[in-house]
């Protein structure tokens, strides 16, 4: 008797605790605005037209994606309700929302999908260019029906299809101009849970709730981006309550501990989506064009001190040429902790073999980025201990990026590349040959036929263990060649107001901010 008392008592118990934590539990709010600091300007709002961050994180809100990738890189229908992929990979159909609108207005229909993938996406954009070059037609058989054809299968295909590497632009918004001098670059309308309002260089840009979304409406009221290039003033911003989140890419490393110890913030760390810090190197002439030299300045560079001291340790240096986030893609055999440990003697041998001395080296970055000058005055502090100076020229993010990815005015430049899920997406255009002009692809001038041989086949490979050996032997050649000086995988932060609920919903952080509320 005793027992079965004890048990019901039990049973009592966790029914009160589970009662009173649904009580305690607190319904999405609406009201509200949600502040987010960037570190630079976008060069404009179209992402059709660039992989960069800024431009990236306002377009996610403001435009849609045919699917968007949840917190486990599944993907989950937006513009797109639901679609099919055919036996042999090489047809996939998908079938639109018919409530999907722009913000003037206009439906949004497979037109604008089939405008917007051959006149944006394929010309301009780094990522679905690849992707791109494999499609033998876009048929629209009726307004709200797309069916993408292939020429052979491409493996990350619907991992693409985010508004982040596809964002459906407005076919009659743009049609009959130049996508890179349309006003609506600047002035966007889109589909999405956000409609812009207004852009203050060097401000902010403020977008407002759409009431109209075709699915529910964000619960946040108003959306701002605020612009603050400076690491310790973003800092400072998100401890007095100004902003209210900062995202890894313009998190200062070194404010970091005093961050965690606040109350008021909530700090998050983990691996999401793999992301490569590395540095370009201009191998089309001089010293650089030697591949000793790249080896040498790989010896020369202490990636562990980097890592320490410029990214608070939050990263990894057991990498190959395309990390080590996919084991699938990575081979020790290939690892630069054990190709190239940090040995200034060797570096000094391989110099003198390669006959270079006196050799002076412009090391440009994104001035927004805190952590890049810290790296890039470690890296001085090597290089000059075997006889190479380092100019560092720090650049506002716009003049970076023409200065690297189309002048190439530059001799090292230090970039972070995300995989977007797959290496196939982010990775591939680190390598493969690309011509000037295009910004976030090769800007080193290298060009292998047979490593882009490699990646083209691994394109069209679904199984990982088959496509690992392709890596395995792409990856042989990129570690003796070295035209990219890969540092570190990193380990990904973000720090928030304590109060914000419904964060991190998207396997990206800038996606699904419509889903973000204010607790009480």
């Known amino acids: 008797m005793r027992r079965r008392l004890a048990v019901v008592l039990s049973v009592l118990l966790v029914m009160l605790v589970a009662a009173c934590s649904l009580a305690g539990a607190q319904a ?45 890189g599944r993907p989950q229908p937006e513009l797109a309700e639901s679609w099919t992929i055919s036996e042999d990979g090489r047809t996939y159909t998908f079938y639109l929302r018919r409530n999907a609108r722009w ?65 459906i632009l ?22 999405g849970p956000f409609v812009f309002r207004e852009w203050v260089r060097g401000d902010r840009v403020v977008l407002d709730r759409n009431p109209d979304y075709f699915e529910e409406p964000a619960y946040i009221d108003r959306l701002i981006y605020r612009i603050i290039p400076e690491d310790l003033s973003r800092a400072l911003a ?11 890419l313009y998190l200062p490393a070194s ?5 965690m110890a606040n109350p008021e913030l909530d700090v998050w760390q983990g691996v999401r989506i793999p992301s490569l810090y590395f540095v370009f190197v201009n191998t089309r002439e001089g010293a650089l064009a030697d591949p000793r030299v790249r080896q040498a300045l790989m010896h020369a560079i202490d990636r562990e001190q ?57 090391f440009v970055y994104d001035s927004a980025r805190g952590p890049f000058r810290t790296a890039g005055e470690i890296i001085r502090d090597n290089l000059r201990q075997v006889g190479i100076n380092i100019q560092l020229v720090p650049l506002e993010r716009s003049v970076m990026v023409e200065q690297v990815y189309t002048r190439a005015a530059f001799d090292l430049s230090m970039q972070s590349f995300t995989s977007s899920g797959d290496p196939i997406l982010g990775y ?8 000037p002009g295009t910004p976030f692809v090769n800007a080193t ?30 990856s042989e050649i990129l570690a003796r060649d070295l035209p990219v000086l890969v540092l570190f995988d990193e380990l990904a932060t973000e720090v928030s107001n304590k109060r914000l609920r419904g964060q991190r919903e998207a396997l990206d952080v800038r996606d699904r901010l419509e889903r973000v509320w204010w607790a009480e």
């Open 306 to 362: 980097v890592v320490e001291q410029a990214f608070m340790g939050l990263g990894n240096t057991k990498v190959g040429p395309f990390g080590a986030g996919f084991f699938w893609a990575y081979d020790e055999a290939t690892d630069y902790s054990n190709l190239y440990p940090y040995d200034p003697a060797k570096a000094r041998q391989l110099l003198a073999e390669a006959g270079v001395g006196n050799l002076t080296l412009r």
């Open 103 to 167: 913000h003037d207005g206009q439906p949004v229909t497979s037109a604008d999908v089939k405008y917007t993938m051959e006149n944006m996406l394929g010309p301009y954009h780094g990522r679905f260019s690849n992707a791109y070059a494999l499609l033998e037609g876009i048929d629209t058989p009726d307004d709200y029906t797309v069916v993408l054809r292939l020429r052979e299968p491409y493996a990350p295909l619907m991992t693409l299809l985010t508004v982040f590497d596809a964002p």
């Open 238 to 248: 998100l401890e007095v309550g100004e902003v209210d989140v900062v995202w890894g």
């Open 28 to 72: 999405p709010r609406r009201g509200g605005s949600l502040v987010v600091a960037l570190g630079a300007d976008p060069e404009h709002l179209n992402p059709a037209l660039t992989t960069s961050y800024p431009a990236g994180a306002v377009g996610a809100s403001v435009y849609s994606g045919l699917i968007w990738l949840d917190e486990k």
């Open 170 to 191: 407005p076919k009659h918004i743009y049609e009959g101009t130049n996508p890179l001098e349309n006003p609506a670059n600047y002035n966007p309308v889109g589909s």
């Open 255 to 259: 404010e970091l501990p005093r961050m």
């Open 428 to 435: 591939h255009r680190i390598y493969v040959t690309a011509a």
């Open 445 to 474: 001038g290298y060009s292998n036929p047979e490593v882009d041989a490699l990646l083209q086949q691994a394109v069209s490979v679904f199984d990982f263990d088959e496509r690992a050996q392709l890596y395995r032997r792409a």
